[in-house]
């Protein structure tokens, strides 16, 4: 799959897909600090699912209608790297058919898909 993470993602969770032989790109290492807007214009100019834990991408693109090519988005209370690997562990293996053009909520007690119309 191709992702783009989202700079609050970190790079354990950018390394661990690239180990897992995904397309990955970081903003943190590539783009740090430019707006939401043009992180989604470029995920979907790539053709990638964003990995973020920003609500404001919600809002963007469930409130606004905003084009994407699928979202994760991380609502998690433990935010450590090794937590952020196990739930996009549990995601992948139980849902990986359902992440492209989906708006996801990942929380450590459940997934909720909401696919785009």
Known sequence: ????????VGPVVA???QNLNHDVISIYDTNRGIADQQVLQKAVREKRILITNDKDFGDMVIRKKK????????????????NKVA???NLFE?????LSDAFVVVSESGV??????
């Not at 139980?94 to 359902?98: L, N």
Request: net charge positive.
């Open 1 to 8: 799959m191709r992702f783009l993470l989202d700079e609050c």
């Open 15 to 17: 390394r661990w897909l």
């Open 67 to 82: 084009k994407h090519c699928g979202i994760i988005l991380l609502r998690l209370e433990d935010e450590r790297s090794s």
């Open 87 to 89: 739930v996009l562990t």
């Open 94 to 98: 139980k849902y990986s058919d359902d």
């Open 112 to 117: 909720r898909i909401i696919k785009n119309k």
